[in-house]
């Protein structure tokens, strides 16, 4: 099948020069990879306070998240230049495919290698974790293929916000957590929802900044749904309750002041980067401090349980 290219534009000219490892960094979009890597290291910190934390444990586990995350990311970005959903009009960052810069083919050859490397580590995590990671490991290929691809790719639906919570968040943490041997506290499962707040931000402001070209698609999602003014409300609001969610249940003292109101800070700063960036290109520059957001919690609550005793 043919898919429409992008017209070629100064941008995409200045593309055509870079070396072709470069345009594959840019397909795989890794300045957004802390959202998969992030939960694995917070689920290796609850089981290290413990005591039980394994390095080949935390090297498979960031490993099989990364790939998984970067197979989506190839995925999507050869089925969104098929449907036509990367026009001309697009605003978010290059997509490789619809510029004709990558072959479809090959990004595809590309998302399936991930997702042969991510089953693969998941083989060894499931000999130590059992049938649960064997459950967790095909849910989230399968949701990895789904997200883009079949009759209604969840992509362009108003769950994908909720999915990224689930997995990139709640399922991340308590799968990471298990696999070193620490039990599943409410702690453990509340600290994954409140880190896959910052990660649905992310999938919020790449649907808000889309909304128009999505719509006209056919896409239903949740920017959407809510409109304009409620999405910029939803980003901020995720990322105060992550903060504010993972201080309640990791502590505040005298000591962590100073870090929390450094987060804080950098939380206000992205609302309001949200609240007063028009639907353009420069929401793009959001997505990478979003992720960098969350592993910025991350320092927090692991700083709050060092020096909250």
């Given at each position: 099948?043919?898919?429409?290219?992008?017209?070629?534009?100064?941008?995409?000219?200045?593309?055509?020069?870079?070396?072709?490892?470069?345009?594959?960094?840019?397909?795989a979009r890794l300045k957004t990879l802390a959202l998969s890597i992030t939960p694995v290291l917070a689920g290796t910190w609850l089981a290290a306070r413990e005591g039980n934390w394994r390095a080949d444990i935390l090297v498979a586990a960031?490993?099989?998240?990364?790939?998984?995350?970067?197979?989506?990311?190839?995925?999507?970005?050869?089925?969104?230049?098929?449907?036509?959903?990367?026009?001309?009009?697009?605003?978010?960052?290059?997509?490789?495919?619809?510029?004709?810069?990558?072959?479809?083919?090959?990004?595809?050859?590309?998302?399936?290698?991930?997702?042969?490397?991510?089953?693969?580590?998941?083989?060894?995590?499931?000999?130590?974790?059992?049938?649960?990671?064997?459950?967790?490991?095909?849910?989230?290929?399968?949701?990895?293929?789904?997200?883009?691809?079949?009759?209604?790719?969840?992509?362009?639906?108003?769950?994908?916000?909720?999915?990224?919570?689930?997995?990139?968040?709640?399922?991340?943490?308590?799968?990471?957590?298990?696999?070193?041997?620490?039990?599943?506290?409410?702690?453990?499962?509340?600290?994954?929802?409140?880190?896959?707040?910052?990660?649905?931000?992310?999938?919020?402001?790449?649907?808000?900044?889309?909304?128009?070209?999505?719509?006209?698609?056919?896409?239903?999602?949740?920017?959407?749904?809510?409109?304009?003014?409620?999405?910029?409300?939803?980003?901020?609001?995720?990322?105060?309750?992550?903060?504010?969610?993972?201080?309640?249940?990791?502590?505040?003292?005298?000591?962590?002041?100073?870090?929390?109101?450094?987060?804080?800070?950098?939380?206000?700063?992205?609302?309001?980067?949200?609240?007063?960036?028009?639907?353009?290109?420069?929401?793009?520059?959001?997505?990478?401090?979003?992720?960098?957001?969350?592993?910025?919690?991350?320092?927090?609550?692991?700083?709050?349980?060092?020096?909250?005793?």
């Amino acid at each position: 099948m043919n898919m429409p290219l992008i017209p070629a534009t100064d941008a995409t000219e200045a593309l055509r020069r870079l070396p072709r490892p470069a345009l594959w960094v840019l397909a795989a979009r890794l300045k957004t990879l802390a959202l998969s890597i992030t939960p694995v290291l917070a689920g290796t910190w609850l089981a290290a306070r413990e005591g039980n934390w394994r390095a080949d444990i935390l090297v498979a586990a960031m490993a099989s998240a990364a790939a998984i995350q970067i197979g989506t990311n190839l995925w999507n970005d050869a089925a969104d230049a098929q449907s036509g959903v990367d026009s001309g009009e697009r605003l978010g960052p290059p997509r490789m495919t619809a510029l004709g810069l990558l072959d479809a083919g090959q990004v595809r050859k590309a998302a399936a290698a991930a997702f042969g490397l991510a089953a693969l580590a998941g083989l060894f995590l499931a000999s130590v974790g059992g049938w649960p990671i064997v459950v967790i490991g095909l849910a989230s290929l399968l949701l990895g293929f789904l997200y883009s691809m079949g009759p209604y790719p969840l992509s362009a639906t108003p769950v994908g916000e909720l999915l990224v919570i689930a997995f990139f968040g709640v399922v991340a943490v308590a799968a990471t957590t298990w696999l070193h041997g620490s039990p599943l506290t409410g702690d453990v499962l509340w600290t994954g929802m409140f880190l896959g707040l910052p990660a649905a931000s992310v999938l919020l402001v790449n649907n808000h900044r889309d909304r128009v070209g999505d719509e006209r698609n056919g896409r239903r999602t949740l920017a959407i749904l809510i409109g304009e003014g409620a999405s910029r409300v939803l980003f901020s609001l995720f990322n105060l309750a992550a903060l504010t969610g993972l201080l309640w249940i990791h502590g505040i003292c005298r000591e962590n002041a100073l870090a929390i109101a450094a987060v804080a800070i950098f939380a206000l700063f992205l609302s309001r980067r949200m609240s007063v960036l028009p639907v353009s290109r420069a929401l793009n520059g959001v997505l990478a401090l979003t992720a960098l957001y969350q592993l910025a919690l991350l320092a927090v609550f692991a700083l709050s349980d060092l020096l909250c005793l």
